[in-house]
């Protein structure tokens, strides 16, 4: 039996911090609803403290959702706890996610902090925290820039005051993979009363490694990923949802654990963040991109109409997607085209016939990034007229 990997979602508390990405509470409900479908574990609804807006939108989700946990963002002070216990009140599951910097520069130039004072603040708010609800996460923010027997004293006196979850946030994306995995392999190992927490990580984006450094993460032991739809996020964003999720499900031999995440409603999901921030998605975006599972070349298509698993390692329906898809252009061969013509329904008398609408296709083709259904029928009613 494999271990469960819990997917925590901030698309809407950290996603919302991607700027120009700010979504109004009708919004946050509507994408809160399709994270629930997709049976999400916990969906971070925001910074109750930021503004009157964020609290309203979390009180919201926090009603609207009952099937996923629903969780807020508090820093380690009482002010932001105390309202982020209000905001979530109305929730079937809570959880309180507090944070506190733990790297030299966070602690020196932002908090203007002793250690010793770090570690008073952290424990405080746990304890606060635990006031509101038995479920708290605790973030030693910037843990990817911290010191590791630093790391390990807060996050052992945190349990101790009652954090159930850890989260290891590597928040400016300095890691890579291979130093990402033995942090947490060595806090796991090193933290006297580790059992006792699940380990959780919240990678950014800014080197392009946050999906690996999450993935890194999991084989050594975390047992949280947090991520964000379309990898929406701070900077460069956050760790994608969707990759982290299908790599872990496609390469099952790799991992010793699976999500229980219905992976068909992630392109609903995809799309429905897309519209609402206006964040586009790339078109060779992994999973959710128009060309994930698109087939341009001659030789791709010809292996892909013969057996999908060719150029394919999974299944376009089971991200959400109809099929996958054939782009005709001037890199696809005769057997695609034929193929999409007896798709249309459209019957060519010989291969004569066959021939000359393919030559006719490959000068279109050639003049155009893709060629449509439409050209298809177009030309062979030219090909067709002129017989
Ligand atoms: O990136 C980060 O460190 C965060 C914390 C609040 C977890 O977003
Ligand atoms: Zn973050």
Known sequence: MKDQLIIFDTTLRDGEQSPGASMTKDEKVRIAKALERMRVDIIEAGFPIASIGDFEAVQAVAKAVKDSRVCGLARALDKDIDRAGEALKAANASRIHTFIATSPIHMQMKLRMQPDEVVENAVKAVKRARQYTDDVEFSPEDAGRSDLDFLCRVLEAVIDAGAKTLN???????????????????LRERIPNSDKAVFSVH???????????????VMNGARQVECTINGLGERAGNASLEEVVMAVRTRQDMFDCDTR??????????????????????????????????????????GVLKNRETYEI???????????????????????????????????????????????????????????DEDIQALVSDTLTED
Request: overall charge negative; hydrophobic content about 40%.
């Open 168 to 186: 290891i946030p590597d928040t400016v994306g300095y890691n890579l993979p291979h130093q990402f995995g033995e942090l947490i392999k060595n």
């Open 203 to 217: 990678c950014h984006n800014d080197l392009g490694l946050a999906v690996a450094n999450s993935l890194s993460a």
């Open 261 to 302: 995440l219905d992976t068909t409603q992630i392109l609903a999901a995809s799309r429905l963040v897309s519209g609402v921030t206006g964040f586009v998605v790339q078109p060779n975006k992994a999973i959710v991109g128009a060309n994930a599972f698109a087939h341009e070349s001659g030789i791709h298509q010809d």
């Open 314 to 372: 999974m299944r376009a329906e089971d991200v959400g997607w109809n099929t996958n898809r054939m782009v005709l252009g001037k890199h696809s061969g005769r057997n695609a085209f034929r193929s999409r013509l007896k798709e249309l329904g459209i019957e060519l008398d010989s291969e004569e016939d066959l021939n000359s609408a393919f030559t006719r296709f490959k000068e279109l083709a050639d003049k155009k990034h893709e060629v449509f």
